[in-house]
Structures are given as structure tokens and as C-alpha cells.
């Protein structure tokens, strides 16, 4: 590569650190502009209406307008499974539809209800398309195509609208029409053109350059009206919701769009306030302010609660039927800690509500008559308390604690003793009955022994946490409007101060949430890591050495740090560059153990401010790093030999016959050297792998390969070929004590060296470890080799068969899977586990420089 072309890739990557520096900031003016446009769509509203109002709005509701929006709700969620089902088609995947129905309904109902898609609709349809038999590069490819459907869907439906009655919906946006009915044109135009331009299917250039596969018209057309119809169906829960007559249908779902948009861009949660603020901004003069205000809070009821409820009754079916061996209904089961997590949310956000408002006047009496007035005063204070404690629960199931599971079932059972005394909260007390059935069933699934007080809580749930108690103020300030506050209100203790009863308990909700603060703010730093002593390396060898993963010796060469688990019986080993944590291959021992410790290994990375990342993980692990909060992308592919079936008869070995009978004809003669021998030809080894550096032009490298430093060469045996005597060629030999598994590493020769070399010492040695017992051989990696061939294959796979088929001026990408194929091996893929967005090109670097000993090795050679 020249120098230009060097510079050049510099620029135009430049930005993507840059970026990542300036995303608190972003973050943080996004905050600020949704705060303004929460005060402007609020302001004033509590003087136009009152709490009263809006309970008696949302009482108000006929039961044959609720039955109309969840019947809307269970068409909008019938037409997001047929998203999913489209998109499964465009990439080329089969699934049965009831899988398909069933993935997109929980993957949604969580999606809708707290966001974060990649986190959680994404690893939703990564565990239940997975265990379909879907490829995680296709399912990517999905949801990506599903994210384009949705922007289409909504500029179809809010193009429609504004063409409906331009005229009306300029004055409120202060917009002439005409110029509104000309965007709705243009925006419409541009959709028609899209599905003109994907009239064949075939693959076209966007910008000219880059490769993009379009979608056949009919599936474009089929996915844009599962959309619309997702949109239509939405947007009428809440109009069947609002009083008959208040705003049309076509004027309404115009707004509806926008909303939905702008909830989307904020990243808030369900775009909880955002939408709620574009709805009363647009409909504030059309709809009865208490009225559109009732219709929002049964809105989100119907159409987000209540589907996430459902989403856990399924949850705990498959959790009932655990039993039996379905790769589904395992993958369901495995999703309770992701559901429990948003589920605990949806309860406490619930309990601290009911904390900041007044009782029904017939629920009062009721406690009047019955309960004292000290367990009425204690069951809201500590509720309320209880609550709050639920937020920073919920965090920790996302990690998967078994501390998170304790507290929160004893915590929401305490809550649910608790629901009636403090005012007869039977809707309240439904949920916490669900949620403490849901973690009873669940036990099993919490398996990481961690304090809950160790869980890092990000600046973003901190945020979260924050912006709810800001909405609690706000809310019981709105309920309250009419109480005169005054010091003696903090003392008054009778069955009607709801007021005083409520300030006190948004007291306790406060002084909890410093003490939370302030704990995390303290939280002492992990002590650094040292790099591994004598100690270190004697406990990582002795791991190694129990487990079936030779590859995993490469710990041994001294260049990479080790976190240990609590047991002292697994490993990760890994090494930094920059802020990239680059754990190397999977945890190495006991299978129930690795879990914990990838969730450590991310969470300290997360501490030092770093970026996870697992470098070469085995598909048989993938759930671990999904779990984590990882995303996957495929490397390239590893071959085995299986050495039962392995020999040097058949016609397929005919071309490998006829080296190793060249080779052995001009003089060549293997040997294999136990490592107690090594040190007497450790100085030949050294002047072949000298010459060997020298002819390539390279220096050693590191990480995840080994280099010949004595101490590593001499722990390991290794097979030579001598010619008249002298050695030509060796590789040294990677093995574990269970011989499940030996591999190569080092494999280094003469310039000068018999034909056929290299094909001789690895079948003799293939046969001589087949002689001892070992199961398979390991090849090794061939770098971007086995990506997706089908035209929809995403941008991963497509950029690494370009680079895989002309990228001989970087690394012989062919050459090496050619010389792997001689021995006719089992190919099995590895990925790369790292976060999302920017990182893993920022994390391919740091390998790279890792590997090549710095930024100056990888340009080097």
C-alpha cells in the first residue's frame, strides 16, 4: 500500500474516534433540546386541567373503545410479524411463521416498551432466529432491512396525511399548505421511485460505488404495506381512545407519524414524554386537554404494557416446558433475564407512580374502616421506597445476578404484601403477583455470583434513573396542585393527607437515591491489572492444560494478561491497545464458569473506560457474548482434521502421495522431539526461524500467534525434517493433557529445503499424533474465508470476499485455505464478539497493531 493511499484511509477514518469522544456531549444537548420541548408542550397544561380530570377521562373511556384499540393493538403486532417475516425472505432465510410470530412479538413488545433495539430486540431475534438454524450475519441483515421498512412506512403514512388536509395542519405547524402538500409529493415520489428501482431485484450501485441487492418489487411492496398497515393499526389505539369527533383519522395519524418519529431519534425508552409532548403540542387545541391526557396514559397501557405482560406469560410457559430438548424453547427460557429486566422497570416505574398520587376516595374509605393508620403510613412509605430500589434491581438481572434475583423477588413480594394497605392497589398488585411468578420460575437462569452493589451503572441508566424522578416531582406537583404547602404538611398524619403522605415518600425515594449515588460515585476502582508473574503463569498453564482447546498454550508466551474466576479455575487472556480490552479466543475452562467471567471481563473493561472485545470465538459460545451485550461478525473460518479418518490412501490423497514420496526420495526424514529434547537443538530451531524471518521480511509477531522466545519454544515439543542431517523445517506443537486436540504453531523452514517439505512433516506428524490417541488436528484460522456468498449477504461478508479474493498484496488469504484443503479438513467458523456502531473497525486496528507489535508493524509488513 503507498504512502498516499495510507493517508488517505487516515482521513477518512479519522472521524469515527472523534465521534466517539463527542457522543457524551451529544447525548447531553439531546437531553437539553428534549427538556425544552417537554416544558413547551407542558406549559401551561396543569392550569387547564387538573389529576381529577384525567382519572376521571380515563375512567371515562367506553369498553367498546378499549375493545376497538386492543383489537388495533393485535393487528399493529400481526403486521410487525409480518416485518419480520418479509425480512427473512429478502435475506434468504426459512423459518416457520409461528417462530416467526412468536420472535417478533416479544422482540417488539420489549423494543416498544424500553428501547435500545440492538440491545434488545436484536438479541432476542439473534437467540430465537439462532436457534432456527438462521446464520447471525443474515439475521443482521434482517433487522436492518426492518429498520428501512419502518422509515418508508412512516414518510408513506405522515405523506398521506398532510395531502388529506394540508389546509388544517398548516396553522398548527405555521407552514403554508402549499408547501406541505409538496413535500407529501415529493416524499411519496421518492418512495414510488425506490420501488421502480427495485422492479427486478437485481443488484445495483448506490452512489455509483457502493453494492447494494434490492429487494424484488412485490417483497419491497408487501414489506412497505406490512409497515403502513403497522403504523394505520398503531395510530388507532390511541384515536378509538380519544372522544368521538375531536380530530379526524387522516389529520391524526399525520401528527401520529411525527411523533412516532421523533420518539424514535430521542433513544428515550418508548420515547416515553417525547411522543406524549408532539401529541399535545399537535392536538392541544383540537382534543379536551384531559381528555388526550386520559387517552395517553391508556395508550401506553394497552398498546406497551400489556403486550410486554403477555411477552412474560410466554416466557414463563417456555420456562414450564424446560423440560424439553427445543432449541426454542431454550432460547425462550434464555430471554427471561432481558424480559425480567424490563418487566421489573415497567412494575417499579409503576409502584413509584402510585407513591406520588392521592388514593381513590373509596379505597380510603375502605382503610379507614379496616387498617390502621400506621401500617397504611408504613406500607407507602416503604413501597415507595421499594420502587426505587426495583430500578437499580432491573439493571442488575440484565447481568444476570443472582443477587439481582434475590432482591428482586423479596423486594417485589414485600411490595406486593404491601399493595393493599397502602390503598387497595389491585392493578398494582396483579403486576407484582406476575413478576414474583416470573422470577420463581426463572431461578435458574441468574447464575452469576456477584454483588449487586458491583454492577457499574452506566452514565445512560443513571440518566434514566434521574429523568423518572424528575417526572415523579412533576407528577405530584400536577396531582397536588391545589394543596397549600406549608411546613406543618410534613406532620400531618390522617387517612385523607394524601399530600403529606406522598412528600414523605418522595423523600425517602430521594434519600435513597443519594445514598445510590453517592455509593457509585465512591465505589472503589478495581485494582490494576499486573502483567503475569511466575505465579500467574503456572496457574494459566495448569487451566490450559485441562482443557480441549490446544490453541489455548498461547497464553504461555508471556505477552498477555489473565483475569481469573473466583475459583481460580478459568481464564480469559487478553491484551490492551489503546482502550481496546481484546480477550483472545474464549474462556478457557469449566463450561459453567466462562459466562461470569465474559461479564466481568466487559464490565472491568467498562471501568478502565475501555471497549470489550472477544477475539476468535467457536459458534458453540455465541450466546455468551449475545448475552453480554456483544454483537457478532465472522472473522473467517478454522480447519480441523479429525485424525480417526485421517491416512494417505484414496484417490483424494493421490497429490499428497506423490510430495511426501518426492520429498522422503531427495532425503527428507521426520522426527518428533519431546520437549525434554528441545534444548538440545533449540540453536537449530533458532537459524530456521532466523532465515525464515529474513526471507519474509518480517519480525516476530504476537498475540495470537506465538513467537520464538526460549522459554515458550522450550515448554512445547516439536516436529522437525532434517535433510542429510541438517534441519530444514519444524513447527511446534500445541497439545492439552485430555487429548481432545493438537494444533501447530510456529511452522518455519529453509529458503533452500526439499520439494514437498511441508506436506511431509504435517501428514507424518498427523499420523504420528493419530498413533498417540489425539482426536483432531488443528490447521488453523484462514482469515475472512467461508463468508456468505448469497447476493443479500450483509456488508461484512461482501467487503471480506473482496479482500479475501484480491487481497494477496496484504496476506495470502488464498494461498493458506489452499494449502489447509490438501488434508481435506473440517472447516468451522470464529467471530469477532464487540460492541456495536464504530467499534469494530476501531477494534480490528488495535488486533492488528496487538499482532504486529504496533501501528508501526502493521504498516510495516
Known amino acids: 500500500m503507498s504512502r498516499r493511499q495510507r493517508t488517505i484511509d487516515f482521513k477518512t477514518t479519522s472521524w469515527l474516534p472523534l465521534l466517539q469522544r463527542g457522543r457524551p456531549w451529544l447525548l447531553a444537548a439531546g437531553v437539553i433540546a428534549l427538556a425544552g420541548l417537554l416544558a413547551f408542550a407542558f406549559k401551561g397544561l396543569w392550569q387547564e386541567i387538573s389529576y381529577d380530570q384525567v382519572v376521571a377521562a380515563v375512567r371515562g373511556v367506553d369498553p367498546g373503545d378499549l375493545t376497538l384499540a386492543l383489537l388495533a393493538t393485535a ?160 395510530g388507532a389505539v390511541l384515536w378509538v381512545l380519544l372522544p368521538d369527533g375531536a380530530v379526524g383519522f387522516p389529520v391524526f395519524i399525520g401528527f401520529y407519524a411525527a411523533a412516532l418519529v421523533l420518539g424514535v431519534i430521542s433513544h428515550v425508552p418508548g420515547g416515553l414524554g417525547v411522543f406524549e409532548a408532539v401529541m399535545l403540542v399537535a392536538l392541544g387545541g383540537r382534543v379536551p386537554s384531559e381528555a388526550l391526557a386520559g387517552a395517553l396514559v391508556l ?66 374509605e375502605l382503610l379507614a374502616l379496616h387498617v390502621p393508620l400506621p401500617l397504611v403510613e408504613a406500607s407507602h412509605f416503604l413501597s415507595s421506597v421499594a420502587g426505587l430500589a426495583l430500578l437499580f434491581v432491573a439493571r442488575g438481572m440484565l447481568s444476570r445476578l443472582d443477587a439481582a434475583w434475590w432482591a428482586g423477588l423479596g423486594l417485589a413480594g414485600m411490595t406486593l404484601l404491601m399493595a393493599l394497605p397502602k390503598g387497595i392497589a389491585v392493578s398494582e398488585a396483579a403486576l407484582l403477583v406476575s413478576l414474583v411468578t416470573a422470577l420463581a420460575l426463572s431461578r435458574k437462569q441468574f447464575t452469576r455470583k456477584a454483588s449487586l452493589l458491583s454492577v457499574p451503572f452506566t452514565g445512560g441508566w443513571l440518566l434514566a434513573v434521574a429523568a423518572i424522578f424528575a417526572a415523579l416531582i412533576a407528577l405530584l406537583f400536577f396531582a397536588y396542585q391545589d394543596v397549600d404547602y406549608t411546613h406543618e404538611l410534613w406532620w400531618q398524619f390522617e387517612f385523607n393527607g394524601h399530600a403529606p403522605r406522598s412528600l414523605r415518600a418522595l423523600i425517602g425515594i430521594a434519600l435513597l437515591a443519594l445514598v445510590l449515588a453517592v455509593r457509585q460515585l465512591l465505589r472503589p476502582v478495581s485494582s490494576a491489572l499486573e502483567p503475569p508473574d511466575a505465579a500467574a503463569l503456572a496457574r494459566a498453564d495448569l487451566i490450559v492444560r485441562q482443557q480441549d482447546n490446544a490453541d489455548g498454550f498461547l497464553a504461555m508466551t508471556g505477552d498477555k494478561q489473565f483475569l481469573f474466576s473466583e475459583s481460580g479455575e478459568a481464564m480469559v487472556m487478553f491484551g490492551r491497545q489503546r482502550r481496546s480490552w481484546i480477550g483472545l479466543f474464549d474462556p478457557l475452562g469449566p463450561e459453567n464458569e466462562q459466562a461470569e467471567l465474559v461479564w466481568r471481563f466487559v464490565e472491568r473493561a467498562r471501568e478502565a473506560g475501555g471497549r470489550a472485545c472477544f477475539y476468535q470465538v467457536r459458534p458453540q459460545s455465541l450466546s455468551m457474548y449475545l448475552d453480554a451485550g456483544l454483537r457478532l461478525f465472522k472473522l473467517g473460518e478454522y480447519a480441523y482434521v479429525p485424525l480417526a479418518d485421517f491416512s494417505l490412501e484414496g484417490k483424494r490423497r493421490s497429490n499428497l502421495r506423490y510430495s511426501i514420496k518426492r520429498a522422503v526420495r531427495e532425503g527428507a526424514g521426520f522426527e518428533m522431539v519431546p520437549a525434554e529434547a528441545v534444548p538440545a537443538i533449540l540453536e537449530e530451531l533458532r537459524a530456521v526461524s532466523d532465515a525464515w524471518l529474513a526471507e519474509h521480511r518480517a519480525a516476530e509477531k504476537r498475540f495470537s500467534v506465538g513467537a520464538f522466545i526460549d522459554d515458550y519454544v522450550l515448554r512445547q515439543p516439536v516436529a522437525v525434517v532434517r535433510h542429510e542431517g541438517r534441519l530444514v523445517a519444524f513447527a511446534t506443537l500445541l497439545t ?17 529445503m526439499p520439494y514437498g517439505t511441508m506436506d511431509f512433516l504435517f501428514s507424518e506428524l498427523m499420523l504420528h499424533l493419530r498413533g498417540l490417541g489425539f482426536q483432531r488436528f488443528g490447521l488453523g484460522m484462514a482469515p475472512l474465508s467461508g463468508m456468505a456468498k448469497h447476493s443479500l449477504a450483509p456488508f461484512w461478508h461482501r467487503g471480506g470476499r473482496l479482500l479475501f479474493a484480491h487481497g494477496e498484496n496484504f496476506y495470502n488469504f488464498r494461498g493458506l485455505r489452499a494449502f489447509k484443503e490438501k488434508f481435506d479438513p473440517q472447516w468451522e467458523a470464529r467471530y469477532l464478539a464487540s460492541p456495536g456502531g464504530a467499534a469494530p473497525l476501531l477494534l480490528l486496528a488495535d488486533i492488528a497493531a496487538l499482532i504486529s507489535g504496533g501501528l508501526k508493524g502493521v504498516i510495516a509488513k
Open 736 to 752: 492439552t493433557d485430555t487429548k481432545a486436540e493438537a494444533t501447530v504453531d510456529l511452522m518455519r523452514h529453509l529458503p533452500a
Open 299 to 364: 395508550y401506553r397501557l394497552v398498546y406497551y404494557v400489556l403486550p410486554l405482560a403477555l411477552a412474560m406469560l410466554l416466557m414463563m410457559l417456555h420456562e414450564l416446558r424446560s423440560g424439553i430438548v427445543a432449541p426454542l424453547t431454550r432460547a425462550v427460557s434464555s430471554l427471561a433475564p432481558l424480559l425480567l429486566a424490563a418487566y421489573t422497570l415497567v412494575v417499579a416505574v409503576v409502584v413509584l407512580v402510585s407513591g406520588v398520587t392521592p388514593a381513590t376516595e373509596e379505597a380510603t
Open 75 to 234: 393487528v399493529s403486532y400481526l403486521a410487525l410479524s409480518g416485518y419480520d417475516h418479509s425480512s427473512l425472505r429478502y435475506v434468504g432465510a426459512s423459518v416457520p411463521y409461528r417462530v416467526v410470530a412468536q420472535t417478533s412479538f416479544i422482540a417488539y413488545a420489549l423494543t416498544n416498551t424500553i428501547g435500545l433495539g440492538v440491545f434488545t430486540g436484536g438479541a432476542v431475534r439473534m437467540r430465537l432466529y439462532g436457534a432456527a438454524g438462521v446464520e447471525a450475519g443474515l439475521i443482521s441483515r434482517a433487522i436492518a432491512f426492518n429498520a428501512v421498512a419502518f422509515g418508508l412506512g412512516v414518510g408513506t403514512v405522515g405523506a398521506l396525511g398532510l395531502l388529506w388536509d394540508a389546509q388544517a395542519l398548516a396553522p398548527l405547524v405555521h407552514v403554508p399548505a402549499w408547501l406541505l402538500s409538496t413535500g407529501a409529493w415529493l416524499v411519496l415520489a421518492v418512495i414510488g421511485a425506490l420501488l421502480v428501482w427495485c422492479r427486478d431485484g437485481r443488484e445495483r450501485r448506490l452512489f455509483g460505488r457502493l453494492p447494494l441487492r434490492l429487494p424484488r418489487a412485490s417483497l419491497a411492496l408487501r414489506q412497505l404495506l406490512w409497515s403502513v398497515l403497522d403504523i394505520l393499526a398503531a
